[in-house]
Each structure stands twice: as C-alpha cells, then as structure tokens.
C-alpha cells in the first residue's frame, strides 16, 4: 500500500511517501509558514501520488481524539497562526485520503517499537530533551492518549537543593520542562549546553529533573524500555548520571531485574533510529 | 459462566464465586495469616464448586506478567510470611482452573470503568488514599502494567512550603505516600484524620500532595476519569480543595472542557461502587 507521511512540526513540515515497511519512495521539506502558505505546498506534493492513507506526527497541542468533531486540529499552540486550523480535515478533504494524527513524540516512540530500541517489549516511553520536554508512550500495544495527549515535559518536579532557577516554562515557571530543557539550561547558566560540557555541576542539576522525571514515569507508568533522544542528550555523559540518580531514587522499590546497577544501561538507552524516526513512525500510524 | 473471585488484602481474603454480570452468588472472608493456614480455607472454600476460572484482586508487589515463570508470585512485601509465595500457581495446582491476577487497585478500576463512574470512557484512574496510597488505570481497553505493576503512590513530590514533617514511607520518607497516607497524617500532626476535620491547614497541605500528585497523572497518563476513594477521601471537603488546586496547578495548559472550574466535579469523583468494587473487578478479571 502506498501511504503517505507528515512530520509536522515548528520549522519545517517534512513529507513523505512510503509504505508499511518504513521504505522511503519520496520525500520533501516545506517550511513551517503561515497555514496559507505551508498547506498548499503540503497537498501539491501529495496529489496525483495515488496513497491511501496519510499519517500525521504534529506539534501539539493537538486534539487527538478520534471520535471527536475536532479530530486533528490544532489547539492552543504559541504559533497563532495555526490555532484551531483543521490540519487532518483539510487534508482529508484536499487529496480524498483517510487521515490519522498522533503527537510527534507518540510517533517517535512507534517508530522507536517497531525499527529502532523498544522492539522486543510491549511498551515503550520515548523522551525528548531539547527546546522543549515531551514525551510519548506506547501501552497495551498502542499510542497512549486519553483526555487529550500527555504532556509529560510539564509534571511538577522538586527542586535541586542547589537550585535557585526560577524556571523558563511560560505557563508553569518551574515544572519539568522550565528547569530542564536546552533553553532553561542556557538561561539558568547564561551559555549554551554545549559550551558547559565540563562543568560538572551543571550535569548533576540536569540529571536531578531528569532521573526525577523517568522515577515517576516508571511509578506511573511502568514502561518496559526507556529511550532518551533530543539535543540535550547529545551530552552521553548525561545517561550515566541519569541512571546512576534513578536507580538510587527508586530504593530498590520496584522489583525488577533491570533496574539494577548491573542491567539499567539497557533500559535507559538513546534511540535506536536518527532522523527518520518521525516520518516512518508516520508512515505506521497511517498504516495502521 | 460460573468463576470465582479473590480480593487478596493484607488483613483479609474475600472469596466469591459469581459471573462475570458481577452477581455473587456465594462469599466469605477468610484472615490473611501464613499461607499455610491461609490458602487451605481458599481452597477449600473453591473446590466442588464447579468454577472454571478465579480472577484474583491482590495487594503488592506481585508479578502481573503474564509471560514470566513467576507470574502470580508476590513479591518482596513487608508481609515476610507472603513473600515468594507463588499465588496463582498454587491456585491453578490446587483448584485445576486457569488464574488470572492484578493488582487490587488495576481491579478496582475494571469494576469503576464497568458498573462505576467511569463507565463512558475508555481509561481512568482509580486512586486510594488510605494506609497507603495506591492507584490502578484502565488505558487502551485494558489495564495498565508494564515492566512491573504501576506504583503511583510513591512518585517524588515537591514539599509543601510550609510542611517539615520528615515523611513516613519506609524506602523513600516523603515520597506521595510518605507525605500524604492516613499514617502520614497522623504522624505530622499527631492526631488521627477524623479528629482533625476542622482544621483547615491540614486539609491544606493534604490538597496540596493529593492535586499535586493528580496533575502529574493528568500530564502522563490524560486518564478520561479520576475517581478518588479509601479511607483518606472520606473527608469529603478535601474533593474540593484538591479539584480547585489541580485547576490552578494545570494553569490552563490541557485542553480539554472537563479541566474548567465549572466541569472539574465531574471529572475528579468520589467511587461510584462501594464494598464490592474489588471482588466484582475480580470476577471481571476471571471473564477477560
């Protein structure tokens, strides 16, 4: 079947046309403009392709409720442009497709079960830590979604004793995502993360939020594997704190064999695929 | 379809035998002692009775994979006597039926999703604030468990500005649970809940952990229904504190009509069932 693909984001809005098996037939990148510009670049590159089916990974917040009249609309995003516009609809409407939409990081983590590191387990979480914090999850088999999508970035965290950061989230100030994401680092420390790479203070603050973050998620959720991309986590040394940080928060509480000094380097783990986890993850969702 | 049902609880097992309508056609209680004089009466309340399947309800940590060897087995609980007692196993040997088992808070969930208040959604949340704090969910159909069970209750929380008590979890001191419990609340202030009715800082910080806790739910899990019971909980003013605290915590950040100071009531709910929410969700779980 020949499908097609969206990674809908921020900047840019990559599309693709593939099938099921993640193959790659063509491909294009069209800038995140007004929707009056992007989408008919979107639909041009579509028609006259002869797919069935188009997956969507978007920005959020988006309504991913399939039952509902509002199915794939964009919601109340700080790119005005875009609030309240019908991406799915229009879509469907424009090249006569059926259209399925999930968050980007709902569909990174797909991609990640199916191709990349969470292949053998049944659920999954997938994390991203950059400009921003987020984080989707594949439970009984499927995208976890319910009210509306996870937010996860913005849980409520405790703060380093160290840390008197008052926190770069615009809504929250200091939640999850206003300590620990790539600008809440260079704001707190008045340089980028990759000029700090040496400061080892830094690290241990960062890796406080995050291993804190994975600590409830797992309380919560209970993932069977773990997987941390975005820019922040190019520092691999990273990782290690991190793991070292949950294992002792955890206390030895939950029982299992990998949350064990010995065995946690398998279970909080970087991706498995690089750039093209979001469109073949697209490519799925609209496969499915 | 006759089945049985336990309700496996640190001071009692509750016996059923009943159908998967949830109608109970015979019950008993049995004390929970040493398995070896517990588990003779389980089976011997069981036998000849013609049943085909036993769902089991049970307090924790107990191996919920239905893929391990040891499936069924509780796991490392203070009750030492219980510990590496493989349950459904024994069960199956003894009674020759196929045995199912979940947590007693995932239990409690099926019942609420299927005769409760959560029976117009497709996931919820079930939490109990008792001696301890505890909390099972309905996600994608079913419940939710991955690596191990879900262990909600004991997520990092961020200290009420005024609260010093030290907490009273045993792995973690002032983890939700260390914070929040029945016992939590009578070590801080020195006074059982009911006798501190009238006290509105209690109640205040009580809000505090609870809402906190729930936002970090909603942010993960975006459950279609809360539903808060157990003995905490019968404190019926602190519905309103803690909805009124989610509110502002979330600060307008998830879109959805239910996280509105006017729809929040019906949103975060008191059980729809009340004594038999555990034997009737392990009669569900015998069905699936």
């Known amino acids: 079947m ?5 990674e809908a984001g921020g900047t840019k809005f990559v599309c693709a046309i593939g099938n099921e098996q993640g193959d790659i ?38 309504d991913v409720n399939q039952q509902s009249d509002s199915y794939g609309t964009i919601q109340n995003t700080p790119k005005i442009d875009w609030v ?3 991406l799915a609809k229009r879509l469907a409407d424009q090249l006569n497709v059926s259209v399925k939409v999930d968050t980007d990081v709902n569909v990174a983590a797909l991609s990640e079960a199916e191709w990349g590191n969470a292949t053998d387990v049944d659920s999954c979480l997938y994390i991203t830590v950059g400009t921003g914090i987020g984080a989707g999850a594949i439970v009984n088999g499927t995208t976890l979604n319910g009210l ?10 405790k703060r380093h004793e160290d840390d008197s950061f008052a926190g770069a989230c615009p809504y929250h100030n200091d939640c999850l995502e206003g300590m620990a994401s790539g600008p809440a680092l260079e704001k707190r420390w008045g340089k980028a993360g990759q000029e700090l790479a040496d400061d080892e203070k830094v690290w241990e603050i960062e890796a406080h939020y995050l291993a804190q973050a994975l600590v ?27 793991r070292k940080n949950v294992i ?11 949350l064990s000094a010995e065995n946690i380097d398998r279970y909080i783990v970087p991706p498995g695929l690089t750039d093209e986890a979001g469109i073949k ?8």
């Open 148 to 157: 509306s999508h996870p937010e996860m970035g913005h849980i409520v965290v």
């Open 84 to 86: 309240d516009f019908p």
């Open 216 to 242: 409830n998620y797992i309380y919560i959720l209970s993932p069977e594997q773990i997987i941390m991309g975005g820019g922040v986590m190019q520092q691999e040394h990273l990782f290690d704190l991190i």
């Open 248 to 258: 002792e928060s955890l206390a030895g509480y939950v029982s299992s064999p990998f």
């Open 281 to 288: 993850g697209a490519l799925l969702l609209a496969s499915e």
């Open 25 to 62: 037939f063509e491909k294009t990148v069209i800038p995140t403009e007004h929707p009056d510009v992007t989408m008919p670049a979107v639909y041009q590159f579509f028609k006259g392709k002869g797919i069935e089916r188009i997956g969507i990974g978007s920005f959020g917040p988006i």
């Open 2 to 6: 020949k499908l097609g693909a969206i």
